[in-house]
């Protein structure tokens, strides 16, 4: 089975930018989760979404949004880009009820 | 504020050494501490998990040993490989059924030949 995908790989944009990041959980998982790993750091909680609904929101601006979609992938937008957004960022999925959970290869986002 | 503090930043050892890595957490409410192996350009993995119930657990050469009373629990890999070499991050997670994880700042582990 395929693990958790993420599209695009890399990504540069320009300060003020808007940019949408996406999704696909391992098959049967219908919880995801967005993390941002700024360099050097451990991931952050950005989001967490289970059937479609927010879960659980980490202290991010409202810049940031997410939603889910009823095939449980999932997009994250982020506006007015700012230099220290430049991260990379992170999708997990898990197993509801589940505390395992499965990161993907992330996209590594550079706000110039 | 920090709620997991992980140590050392770094740490080089020898091929077959016992790289040992630390984690404290400060809220009691935390039930599940997972261990994540991170190439750079990749993901974290998932490695091993302990829950509190428990004050060690081993698989394969990687064993977590936890302290409840002193809220800490940590990493030994033994007889580490060059292919060892990777960040490790230590999480915990909170006992409400939708609790993310808190991750540790990372330690650099090199192993060298």
């Known amino acids: 089975d395929a693990g958790v995908t993420q599209s695009p790989t890399h990504l540069i944009k320009t300060r003020g930018q808007h940019v949408t990041l996406r999704c696909s959980p391992i098959?049967?998982?219908?919880?995801v989760s967005w993390y941002q790993q700024v360099l050097g750091q451990g991931p952050q909680f950005i989001f967490q979404?289970?059937?479609?609904?927010?879960?659980g929101r980490g202290n991010f601006p409202d810049r940031f949004s997410a939603r889910q979609f009823p095939n449980y992938s999932s997009e994250l937008n982020v506006n007015a880009l700012l230099l220290g957004d430049s991260a990379l960022y992170l999708c997990?999925?898990?197993?509801?009820?589940?505390?395992?959970?499965?990161f993907g290869p992330g996209t590594r986002l550079t706000v110039l | 504020q920090q709620q997991v503090k992980q140590s050392p930043q770094s740490l080089i050892v020898q091929k077959g050494g016992i790289p040992i890595i630390n984690c404290a957490y400060e809220?009691?409410?935390?039930?599940?501490f997972p261990w994540y192996q991170q190439f750079p350009g990749k993901g974290p993995a998932l490695l091993i998990a302990?829950?509190?119930?428990?004050s060690e657990k081993k698989e394969g050469r990687f064993t977590i040993s936890f302290n409840k009373s002193a809220k800490q629990f940590s990493l030994h890999i033994m007889d580490s490989q060059p292919g060892d070499s990777a960040t490790y991050f230590c999480?915990?997670?909170?006992?409400?059924?939708?609790?993310?994880?808190?991750f540790g700042k990372g330690t650099m582990l090199l192993v060298s030949p």
């Open positions: 997990a999925s898990s197993l509801q009820g589940s505390s395992e959970q499965f």
């Open positions: 098959s049967g998982h219908k919880s």
């Open positions: 979404y289970y059937e479609k609904e927010e879960r």
């Open positions: 809220n009691t409410a935390f039930d599940y």
């Open positions: 302990i829950r509190p119930d428990v």
């Open positions: 999480a915990t997670r909170g006992n409400s059924g939708y609790s993310t994880l808190t």
